[in-house]
């Protein structure tokens, strides 16, 4: 059967693929369009394979929440380059895993991508994921995900840069307005931009609070060799303080604070006063794309030398 510009184009439109690999796929098949599909997912898993061994630290973080506040997703869906992590394709599909998560069930990334996928529900994820690297033509990597619920609250999202950072923050709230809304999000900003560790005091280790006294003790009896125990002791607790004012949410200044000392949760203090409600910041996740991932310095000059011979 002779194969025409139109079928090409057709199958081109249907799958995303290149136009020789859509050319091919319908020689093979004989003009078959549904044979045609499948020829292409097959190879698609194989070019997968191929790319699975080359890093991909770029890519977006993307957030979805339910229609009643209660129940949030955030998904890192990493790619090879930056120019791939700004391409609308990737970035639809990225959106489209979020929503996945939303209602998945699944406890860890392998049985995420033993799902059926939400817009074609005969491929599974890791199906789908293998037919985008062929699409893209980059290895693409569903990193990590988590799913937050909030059943006598609300939860609030932020994302950075177009998807470098993303953040969930969960509050304890009897009320959802506009006022507690804008105040979630300035919370979420503030985590994206200075990255706590912990929402409050209580979640630090007490031995990580030993460990760091010990040190800290080491080092205030160097610097001051004939200071009283008690002396010492000021020091080390007025250090760990401070570190804790670094770490803790609620204990960060609050960088939008007029008078440049307002605590976070002085912050969310004041709004609630100011609404007549209750409210406080249980929790949050903090995604920051390609983070403890290491990227592998290439020269683009040897590279293409390489491919030449």
Not at 41 to 64: C, D, S, W
Not at 166 to 192: F, H, P, R, W
């Amino acid at each position: 059967m002779a194969i025409t510009a139109g079928m090409v184009k057709e199958l081109r439109e249907i799958s995303g693929a290149g136009m020789m690999d859509c050319k091919k796929a319908l020689t093979a098949t004989d003009g078959d369009m549904d044979k045609a599909i499948e020829f292409l997912r097959e190879n698609g898993l194989a070019k997968a394979e191929k790319k699975a061994g080359r890093v991909a630290a770029e890519g977006m973080v993307a957030t979805k929440i339910s229609a009643d506040g209660k129940t949030a997703a955030i998904v890192e869906v990493n790619s090879e380059t930056d120019f791939v992590a700004k391409n609308e394709k990737f970035q639809t599909y990225v959106s489209q895993v979020a929503s996945q998560v939303l209602t998945t069930d699944a406890a860890d990334v392998d049985a995420f991508l033993a799902e059926a996928w939400c817009e074609d529900s005969s491929k599974t994820v890791k199906e789908n994921l293998a037919s985008m690297i062929a699409v893209i033509g980059e290895n693409l990597t569903i990193r990590r995900f988590a799913k937050v619920q909030a059943a006598d609250g609300v939860i609030e999202s932020y994302i950075h840069a177009g998807g470098k950072i993303g953040v969930l923050v969960q509050a304890k709230t009897d009320a959802n307005s506009d006022a507690v809304k804008e105040c979630l999000k300035n919370v979420a900003m503030q985590i994206a931009a200075l990255n706590p560790k912990y929402t409050s005091r209580v979640e630090v280790d007490q031995e990580y609070i030993e460990h760091e006294k010990e040190i800290l003790k080491a080092q205030a009896v160097k610097e001051k060799p004939d200071a009283p125990e008690k002396i010492i002791d000021g020091m080390v607790m007025g250090r760990i303080n401070k570190e804790l004012k670094e770490i803790c949410l609620l204990d960060q200044v609050y960088v939008k604070a007029e008078d440049g000392k307002q605590s976070v949760a002085k912050y969310v203090e004041s709004v609630a006063k100011a609404e007549g409600i209750a409210l406080s910041i249980e929790g949050f996740v903090r995604y920051e794309t390609g983070e403890g991932i290491e990227k592998v310095e290439s020269n683009f000059a040897e590279e293409v030398a390489a491919q030449l011979k």
